[in-house]
């Protein structure tokens, strides 16, 4: 049975930052990709960021040079250190693993970035 626990989200100003954690259970967590996604209202589902087993990244434009993911696998956890948050960054924020058989979502955190 696997499990994601995300915590981190808040309400931030512009400007300002956040770091979002996941944390696994259940699962080889070091063989699979780990992504984070956002959704505001109205919009689809998009990938933010993801990463592979051996380190590799792998940003949406819109994050580039601003947000940065990572993991700590004997944590089980992965990261998304947010910097220079925009108002357009505000959305309900998901971590993914991805499974050769299936997909696992977390149950998502908000992030509101308002003055």
């Known amino acids: 049975q696997v499990q994601l626990v995300e915590s981190g989200g808040d309400l931030v100003q512009p400007g300002g930052s956040l770091r979002l954690s996941c944390v696994v259970s259940?699962?080889?967590?070091?063989?699979?990709?780990m992504g984070w996604y956002r959704q505001s209202p109205g919009k689809q589902r998009e990938l933010v960021a993801d990463?592979?087993?051996?380190?590799?990244?792998n940003y949406a434009d819109s994050v580039k040079g601003r947000f940065t993911i990572s993991r700590d696998n004997a944590k089980n956890t992965v990261y998304l250190q947010m910097n220079n948050l925009k108002s357009e960054d505000t959305a309900v924020y998901y971590c993914?693993?991805?499974?050769?058989?299936?997909?696992?979502w977390g149950q998502g955190t908000q992030v509101t970035v308002s003055s």
């Open positions: 993914q693993i991805r499974k050769p058989s299936s997909t696992y």
């Open positions: 259940g699962s080889i967590f070091s063989l699979y990709r």
């Open positions: 990463i592979t087993g051996d380190g590799s990244t």
